[in-house]
């Protein structure tokens, strides 16, 4: 179900809009997938930024079994 609501904008800004959608798509619609594209990038940047944490905090155990890893290639391979 769809809400409705009524923002005030900018002549400008409108003008921008309605270049943008041209005749096929209605502000309403534009301005909706405008919204749902921004907070679709900003939960995956909340998400990165989540991920980005557990990994430092954790980097140094993974580096030193990543070096482990790697030298057992290098012993099991000469």
Do not use: W
């Not at 400008?12 to 990038?41: H, N």
């Not at 900003?42 to 930024?49: D, L």
């Not at 944490?53 to 057992?72: F, G, P």
């Amino acid at each position: 179900m769809k809400g409705k609501t009524s923002i005030p904008l900018s002549r400008e800004l409108l003008a921008a809009v309605d270049a943008a959608t041209g005749s096929k798509t209605s502000r309403s619609a534009f301005i909706e997938g405008v919204l749902r594209r921004y907070f679709k990038r900003k939960i995956r940047a909340e998400v990165g930024a989540r991920d980005r944490e557990r990994l430092n905090r954790h980097a140094a155990k993974l580096n030193r079994e990543m070096a482990d890893v790697l030298t057992y290639q290098r012993c099991g391979t000469g």
